[in-house]
């Protein structure tokens, strides 16, 4: 045969049905995760709302600051829930949501913007159930370090609240040093019975599996809060 010539054609078909029915079925599971994360957050924040109305109506000033608390941890949850509605995977960019916590928690206080929450170094990227659970413990640090570590009263004092993140292989450290007032004395986190720090031991050890510590800074000026947990890198 002369050289060059064609003999024949070889021709290759791929059936892509099966592949783009999964393409558009995955489409459309993350585009109802997002939608119900939204939905979510908007049933949480009308929760927040009601609980903010019912706080007005309270002559105890003790249910008062009860449900004002409340709020504040729904309101934390609500915040992971928005990162989550535009997020494509059930992971999240943590410092998204715990720039925007330690805002909410001095918006609300009684010290207000007198006292600063500063990040330090990055949180990198958290499943959604560990986001859900370290934003928890976090809004309840920041709000006892404010609560209990600054005189609403005294319209002179500023202070600074540091939260130090490192991220380590498989691992996450949390450092949460305030300069107010400090602990009082003969405190004990074991022996304590503020429903705050409950709140936090339970998610760190149960939720988290991770380990808390809470006593003065190395300085002795104000008050350090320590969490570490294990982290899922895939």
Do not use: W
């Not at 019912?54 to 309101?75: K, N, T, W």
């Not at 992971?80 to 997020?87: D, G, K, M, P, R």
């Not at 006892?144 to 991220?167: C, F, K, M, S, W």
């Amino acid at each position: 045969r002369p050289q060059g010539d064609h003999l024949g054609a070889l021709v290759l078909v791929r059936d892509v049905t099966d592949l783009r029915r999964r393409d558009r079925e995955l489409v459309t599971k993350d585009a109802t995760i997002r939608e119900i994360h939204h939905r979510v957050k908007n049933n949480l924040q009308t929760v927040a709302a009601l609980l903010r109305l019912q706080a007005r109506r309270m002559d105890s000033e003790a249910a008062r600051l009860a449900l004002e608390e409340a709020v504040r941890r729904v309101g934390s949850i609500a915040i992971v829930h928005e990162t989550l509605s535009q997020a494509v995977e059930e992971r999240v960019d943590f410092d998204e949501i715990v720039d925007p916590l330690g805002r909410m928690v001095t918006d609300v206080s009684a010290v207000g913007s007198r006292v600063r929450v500063r990040r330090v170094g990055s949180f990198g990227v958290l499943p959604s159930e560990a986001a859900t659970a370290l934003a928890m413990v976090l809004t309840e640090i920041l709000q006892n370090a404010v609560e209990h570590g600054y005189d609403p009263d005294r319209a002179d004092e500023t202070g600074e609240i540091v939260l130090t993140a490192r991220r380590l292989v498989g691992r996450l450290h949390v450092t949460v040093d305030d300069d107010g007032q400090g602990l009082p004395e003969g405190f004990d986190l074991d022996g304590s019975t503020n429903l705050g720090l409950s709140i936090v031991r339970t998610l760190v050890e149960s939720e988290l599996g991770g380990q808390l510590s809470l006593g003065p800074r190395p300085d002795a000026r104000g008050t350090r809060a320590e969490v570490d947990v294990p982290v899922d890198e895939r």
